[in-house]
Nanobody, 119 residues
Framework: QVQLVESGGGLVQAGGSLRLSCAASGSIRSIVAMAWYRQAPGKQRELVALINSGSSTTYADSVKGRFTISRDNGKNTVYLQMNSLKPEDTAVYYC?????????????WGQGTQVTVSS
């Protein structure tokens, strides 16, 4: 079994910065990709940023140039550095991982962390 634990959310003023962390633990053989999604009230969950095993990254158009995803393979941890935050970035942010254990490859989710950006 694999667990993803997020941290780093909170309340920040518009223009400010936050860094989210997501640590994967458990029976991990390798990590295929890790990503951050977000879900605002009344909206569907959307992909924010993704990083694969080769460290290639993908970003939603709405966060390009402001957010940076990175990973520490030694710690099985992914980060999301969020700069120039806007009120529309307010959402619950979820960590996602496609992870191989010693039996299969599965998709895992963290519990979510609230990010609130005040205007």
């Amino acid at each position: 079994q694999v667990q993803l634990v997020e941290s780093g959310g909170g309340l920040v003023q518009a223009g400010g910065s936050l860094r989210l962390s997501c640590a994967a633990s458990g029976s991990i053989r390798s990590i295929v990709a890790m990503a951050w999604y977000r879900q605002a009230p009344g909206k569907q969950r959307e992909l924010v940023a993704l990083i694969n095993s080769g460290s290639s990254t993908t970003y939603a158009d709405s966060v390009k140039g402001r957010f940076t995803i990175s990973r520490d393979n030694g710690k099985n941890t992914v980060y999301l550095q969020m700069n120039s935050l806007k009120p529309e970035d307010t959402a619950v942010y979820y960590c996602n991982g496609v992870i191989r254990d010693f039996i299969t490859t599965q998709n895992y989710w963290g519990q979510g962390t609230q990010v609130t950006v005040s205007s």
